[in-house]
T-cell receptor
Framework: DAKTTQPNSMESNEEEPVHLPCNHS???????IHWYRQLPSQGPEYVIH???SNVNNRMASLAIAEDRKSSTLILHRATLRDAAVYYC?????????????FGAGTRLFVKA | EAGVAQSPRYKIIEKRQSVAFWCNPI?????LYWYQQILGQGPKLLIQ????????DSQLPKDRFSAERLKGVDSTLKIQPAKLEDSAVYLC??????????????FGPGTRLLVL
């Protein structure tokens, strides 16, 4: 199963953009890139996903490198409520059982 | 739309005791997942059901953990007997189907287990 690598933690100021990187150098052509986040004392929640093209939704943007070996989750204006652990995950329908493997994620700290 | 429900929210037991967790997925979701999340780590998939059949249980410690999903809706996860290292948050998630790699999983709030 392809793995992802993320920084352990990042810090941002409130109202500023945040770029959360993820490396996935062994990604396969059928892997989708998913991002989830986990607020304190809650279960993870879906943020965004993509395959090759950049994606935007109301929560964030996902920028995918041309070679797909890395991606960046962009929060356009960080708020205190965005303080969470962000997980970058690869999901491949061809993996028997369709496994979802979470790494340790990036803990985002947002300063007021 | 109601989310994924789990109970209890917290449980404290002594080692060698038994414990069971319950999960009610979002209505209509065919796929149900149980994850174990140890403090400071990401969730680890224990078992995945498609309707009432097991799709993947490769990381489930079958000597002490068991799970079932009767009638393809609710699910229970049991630990018998519990060990100290089972202290963790147990998360249940569901999705409409699993064999679609862009499918979104919806997580419940989790059950926090402490084994003394």
């Amino acid at each position: 199963d392809a793995k992802t690598t993320q920084p352990n933690s990042m810090e941002s100021n409130e109202e500023e953009p945040v770029h959360l990187p993820c490396n996935h150098s062994t990604i396969s052509g059928t892997d989708y890139i998913h991002w989830y986040r986990q607020l304190p004392s809650q279960g993870p929640e879906y943020v965004i996903h993509g395959l090759t093209s950049n994606v935007n939704n109301r929560m964030a943007s996902l920028a995918i490198a041309e070679d797909r070996k890395s991606s960046t989750l962009i929060l356009h204006r960080a708020t205190l409520r965005d303080a969470a652990v962000y997980y970058c995950i690869l999901r491949d329908v061809n993996t028997g059982g369709f496994k979802t493997i979470f790494g340790a994620g990036t803990r985002l700290f947002v300063k007021a | 739309e109601a989310g994924v429900a789990q109970s209890p929210r917290y449980k404290i037991i002594e080692k060698r005791q038994s414990v069971a967790f319950w999960c009610n997925p979002i209505s209509g979701h065919a796929t149900l997942y149980w994850y174990q999340q140890i403090l400071g780590q990401g969730p680890k998939l224990l078992i995945q059901f498609q309707n009432n059949g097991v799709v993947d249980d490769s990381q489930l410690p079958k000597d002490r953990f068991s799970a079932e999903r009767l009638k393809g809706v609710d699910s229970t996860l049991k630990i018998q007997p519990a060990k100290l290292e089972d202290s963790a948050v147990y998360l249940c998630a569901s999705s409409l189907v699993s064999a679609v790699s862009q499918e979104t999983q919806y997580f419940g709030p989790g059950t926090r287990l402490l084994v003394l």
